[in-house]
Every structure is written in C-alpha cells, then in structure tokens.
C-alpha cells in the first residue's frame, strides 16, 4: 500500500474548501488580468486598487527602469542558463553589484536569485556546526529556513526584546561563533526593531550582526539604505541583507557587507552557487532602480505623507491597528479572527481593493491580519477611496469597530 504523503495536508484542504463554500474568494486565486500602474490592476475584469504589493518606490513601471530591461534583453538575450560561478556572470550582473556598493557604501556585494535564497544563503553559510544563530522569534521564514539549512545551534529571542536577547546570549560559551539575525522592519506587524540596543548587546557578546532590510530599503535613512541607517548603526552591522522584490520593484536578493573575506562566499554559499543567476534584463532593471533610488528624496516624503493619511485614516475610523503610530510603510490591521478576515478580505476584492490576507504559522501566534503596503504614488484620492471601502466592507462583515479613536 502507498502512503498517501500528501495527507497531511487534508485538514488545511478543507479549511480551504470551508472558505470557498462560505462565498469566500479564493485566496491563492487572484490573477492580475492587465496590471495598470503600480497602484492599479484589473482582477477578474474589476478596477482594483493594489494595496498590498510592497511597490513601497513604484518602480515596477519607471521608464528608465523598463528602458534598462527592454535594452538588455536584446543585447544579452532572455536568460543566462548557468550559475555565477560558471556562465551565468554578465556585465549586467557585475553593474548591478556596482550599484549595490554605491548605494550602500560598502566594499562587496553579491546578488542572489531571490530574497528568500539570500537569507537561506547567507545563514547558513556563516553560521555552522559550533557556531550559534540567535535570531528574533518573529524572523521571515527564508531566515528560519537559512538556520535548518545550517549546522548551528538556533537560539530564539522575544521578538524585538533587548532584554531577552542579551538573557540569551549570556548563556552561549565566549569562544563560540555568533550571528545574531535582526529585520530592520518586520513584515507581519510593521513594525520595527530598536536596532541601537539589539546591535549594541550582540556586539557586547562577540557577535555577528546581519540585518535583513526588505522592507526598509528605499526609505528609511538619508540615503534609503534602510533603517540601520536611520538608526545609526552601520559601523557595527556586518552584512545587510535585501530584495529587488520591493522598493527596488524587479526580482532578486542581495547581501552587501565590508567584511574583507567576502569574496569567498561565492564559492561556499550553496543557494548562490548551486543556481541559474537572475536574466540580463532583471539586473539590469534592478541596477537602474537602485541608482534612481539614491536621490528619490520626494518620493520617499511622499510615500511617508501616504501611509500617515493611511494609518490615520483607519484608525480614526475605528480600526483596531498593529501599531499606534506608523512606523514603516506596512500598516497592519488587527483582525478577530479567521472567519472574519477571510470575510473582510474577500469582500474588500470584491469592492475593487486589493490587500494581503495573513494568519498564522506567517503571523505571530493567534494574530490575523489584513495588510495593506502603501506606495509612494498613491494619491490621497486612492487613499480616501480605500478608507471608504474599509469602511463598507466591515459593515458588510459585521466587524466591530471600536467608538473612537
Ligand atoms: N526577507 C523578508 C523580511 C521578506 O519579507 C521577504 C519577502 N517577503 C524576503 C526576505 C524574501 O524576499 P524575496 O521576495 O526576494 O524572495
């Protein structure tokens, strides 16, 4: 007899299939049909507002941008087939680790095929067998992936908590090799980490810092490097780790670090070397964007003036938010439940806006979430529009909004 290994999985089938026969939509349905602008699709032939795509600079239709792309597919083809360290380096991929140094400053770079594969390849590659991982509870899950994938003995802390951290660090032996794993804004709340003190404990204990800044880079910090920047602790961070895949508005992942002895990761860091490197037309369109991202000055302004209007909006509606203030460009909106964030997700697509829809195992324990990611070119017409349609949708779900806020 077969053992059906897909079993496992039936309760979450018909959790699903629940959903679909309550007249949900179906989450892991939504298809873009024409997408129109970075704030605006067509989802199953409705205008849709996008709110949720991490677009935080707009780049995904920068004419420069598109231009770079356009020009390196002619003059270099569609795709590499091969790996950095065989075929697959182009001059594209050598000018986008360029820009990469420029915009952070720093003496390396090296660019993965994705976010997901930079965290999985720069985890597991530092920290091996003896050596400690100490990462923040509510770490990404490419994070969480990179410490399975190494030797190293995983140690959690409360998520952004100094005092636990440094409980923590305590107890590991001094001689043993540390990398303490920080995000500078996380992801599920929004909120971000108070990088002063976190850094300043690892180092006090002989670590390793690496800060994964996805969703900080572009706007945090006079020069968008993140929000390592804005807190002013570059001097003592050891690796930053990012994406294309947000504000820079393409695909791809990247670690950039002044470690003298760099280089050497391209040849043991397995999720960069054991891989197809990124198309000639990707690098070159993520080189433009960064480069462009350096003085994108007013647009980091405004993307700040939208998510204020955003998050000020929806609480004085009485929304219940993750945050009090905001303090990135991810504004997260508290649910009940599962039953009702579903409710309030489906019937916010169906009224034209489109938002992530999060649970657990992504989200903290018992916490569900509507996300919404603010773009710097939404207008506060579209802003007004959505806060109208949260509006409609939670009578229409039946959530209850608090009196005042
Ligand atoms: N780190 C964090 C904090 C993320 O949120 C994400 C993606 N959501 C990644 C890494 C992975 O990025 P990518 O989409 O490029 O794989």
Known sequence: MTVDLLAKYDPLIAEHAGLLSAGIRDPFGIVMDKVLSPTEAIIKGQHTILLGTYNYMGMTFDPDVVAAGQAA????GAGTTGSRVLNGTYQTHKECEAALKDFYGMSHAMVFSTGYQANLGMVSTLAGKGDFIILDADSHASIYDGCKMSNAD????RHNDAADLEKRLKRLPAEAGKLVVLEGVYSMLGDIAPL???VAIAKAHGAMVLVDEAHGMGFFGPNGRGVYEEQGVADDVDFVVGTFSKSVGTVGGFCVS???KFEILRLVCRPYTFTASLPPAVVASAATSIRKLMTAHDKRARLWE???RLHGGLKARGFRLATETPESAIVSVLMPDQETTALMWST???LGVYVNMSRPPAT???????RCSICALHSDEQIDI???KFEQAAQMANLALHEHA
């Open 73 to 76: 597919i002619r003059d270099y």
């Open 154 to 157: 995983i140690v959690r802390f």
């Open 196 to 198: 002063p003190e976190l």
């Open 258 to 260: 002044n470690h003298p």
């Open 306 to 308: 939208a998510t204020r």
């Open 348 to 350: 916010l697509i169906e």
């Open 364 to 370: 903290p324990a018992g916490v569900f979430l509507l």
């Open 386 to 388: 959505v806060l109208g």
